[in-house]
């Protein structure tokens, strides 16, 4: 069975650009996560879908950042526009539930905004 | 809001040797503790979960679970090489779905 796969592995981008990154959830999967990794704050929750429906949209991110779900199989997250602040590692999970079961994580994508 | 915090922040072990990493979490109706495992380069994988109070054995990782504690714990025996990563404790409540401390490095010498 494929895992998560995350799109592309390494992104480069120039302050004030958009951006796309792109996520497959393990096939079966009820739930879909994006977090925001960083040394400083850790795991940060950015977006959850359930059933393809938005239940979480970030908080804090949800100015710059849109996470959209266009099937059961393919997610994007783009964050517009980009900030040096941004710079961080971009981690996209599925799981079969979302209070219970194991979350599965994509190998992430490693954004650096000059 | 949740709030859970890992220690050590990193943790240096020999070959052979046990690492034991600690989480408290705040919210006291947490249901499911996880820990995961995130190698470099790679997505955090989950290592085991622990939802009774006492102790889960897998292997050469056993957790700990005391509710009434708000308290968690990673034991890992015979560490090897291959165990040097960065663990996060991870808690669930069905409101809040998942949240994870900070991680604890750890690292693994011959």
């Known amino acids: 069975d494929a895992g998560v796969t995350q799109t592309p592995r390494h992104e480069v981008a120039e302050k004030g650009q958009t951006i796309i990154l792109k996520c497959e959830p393990v096939?079966?999967?009820?739930?879909l996560f994006w977090y925001r990794q960083t040394k400083i704050q850790g795991l940060e929750l950015l977006s959850y879908?359930?059933?393809?429906?938005?239940?979480?949209d970030g908080g804090a991110f949800k100015d710059r950042f849109k996470a959209e779900m266009l099937n059961s199989s393919f997610s994007t997250l783009k964050i517009q526009p980009t900030e040096p602040k941004d710079s961080a590692v971009y981690l996209c999970a599925s799981s079969l539930d979302w209070a219970y079961a194991e979350q599965f994580f994509g190998p992430g994508t490693r954004l650096t905004v000059l | 809001q949740q709030k859970v915090q890992q220690s050590p922040e990193s943790l240096i072990v020999p070959e052979g040797g046990m690492a034991s990493l600690n989480c408290t979490f705040s919210d006291r109706n947490s249901q499911y503790f996880w820990w995961y495992r995130q190698h470099s380069g790679e997505g955090p994988k989950a290592l085991m979960s622990i939802f009774s109070n006492g102790d889960k054995k897998e292997g050469r990782f056993t957790a700990h679970l005391n509710k009434a504690s708000l308290y968690v714990s990673l034991h890992i025996k015979d560490s090897q090489p291959s165990d040097s990563a960065l663990y996060f404790c991870?808690?669930?409540?069905?409101?809040?779905?998942?949240?994870f401390g900070l991680g604890t490095r750890v690292s693994v010498f011959p």
């Open positions: 096939s079966g999967h009820n739930d």
């Open positions: 879908f359930r059933s393809k429906s938005l239940m979480e």
């Open positions: 991870a808690v669930n409540n069905y409101a809040q779905g998942l949240t």
